[in-house]
């Protein structure tokens, strides 16, 4: 077994909305498993790392998402540093630059629209067929619970980007309300191990209202298997290894892609996606690939 150096950068608290418990508990874990490995692991939160002077470690992984410490991963990893979830990926799932990847790479999501927060036009509405509109800030992570905001009308929608640009969000993602069965379900691309449930039904989910809204489950039949190639598909176009991610699976089966993250919490099966994360990290760190 050869003993690798690590560092791994904890997610700020503040990133972790409603998550903070179950945030900690998987990164832990994940280092738990790392050293079971034969690994030496160093911890530090992301305000910690920005301030070292020097980073030396030649291996780091990562939940972080402050813009900082993303661009200092970036600048480590252009050096040769190996950083899993490449902080290039986690940039890439920043909602702006996920719509773009999956839009640009034929992944089936919910049709959807970027726009600057001051667009009041008719244009992009036209074109989203059903009822209602899904408003998400762009420009990062959902932090708040306002930025991710369902509008039942295109005037409530406007008065929603409005209100992005008064908090000075420059863009926002516009998507189509998908109308089925909400899953949401986590993976580690490169090994078999991929996870999915509703919900609604186990009670996880950030926003008590998001039910009101969606409905309750009605289980529509669908590929597990379809689903999990679809994600690791997708997980793969923004550059991450370990994912989470929502699904709207309609009543003729098929599935729609309506959200996807970089190193989620894990919370409902976090004893058995350790030790794959862990195993995933050790492989690609002990390959440098």
């Known amino acids: 077994m050869n003993e690798l150096e690590i560092l791994g950068v904890h ?3 503040k990133f972790s909305p409603n998550h903070i418990g179950n ?3 998987i990164f832990s874990q994940t280092a738990k498993e790392l050293e079971k490995l034969g690994c030496r692991i160093t911890i530090c939160c992301e305000d910690e790392f920005l301030a070292m002077e020097t980073v030396n470690y030649s291996k780091i992984f990562t939940m972080a998402r402050q813009k900082q410490v993303v661009a200092r991963l970036q600048e480590l990893e252009r050096n040769g540093t190996q950083v899993l979830n490449s ?6 799932c920043f909602r702006t630059n996920l719509t773009n990847a999956l839009n640009n790479a034929h992944i089936p999501v919910a049709d959807s629209y970027i726009v600057p927060t001051d667009y009041q036009g008719d244009e992009v509405f036209d074109q989203i067929k059903g009822k209602g ?3 998400k800030r762009g420009d990062f992570h959902a932090i708040h619970k306002e930025d991710v905001s369902f509008a ?4 409530e929608a406007k008065e929603i980007l409005r209100e992005y640009a008064l908090r000075e969000i420059p863009d926002a993602v516009i998507s189509q309300h998908l109308i089925g069965d909400l899953v949401k379900f986590y993976g580690v691309r490169g090994t078999d191990f991929f996870f999915w449930f509703y919900p609604y039904d186990a009670n996880h989910h950030k926003y008590a209202e998001y039910q009101q809204i969606n409905g309750n489950s009605v289980y529509y039949p669908f590929s597990a298997e379809g689903l999990q190639n679809t994600a690791n598909e997708a997980a793969g176009v923004v550059g991450i290894d ?3 991610g929502d699904a709207i699976i309609g009543k003729d089966g098929d599935f729609r892609i309506i959200d996807l993250n970089d190193w989620p919490s894990f919370a409902p099966c976090r004893d058995q996606a350790a030790g794959h994360i862990a ?6 760190f002990l390959n440098n690939n």
Do not use: P
């Open 11 to 13: 997610r700020n608290k």
């Open 23 to 25: 945030d900690d508990a």
């Open 87 to 92: 902080a290039f990926g986690i940039e890439n």
């Open 133 to 135: 509109y899904w408003i």
């Open 152 to 155: 039942a009308s295109r005037e």
């Open 242 to 244: 370990i994912y989470g």
């Open 279 to 284: 195993g995933r990290l050790y492989q690609r």
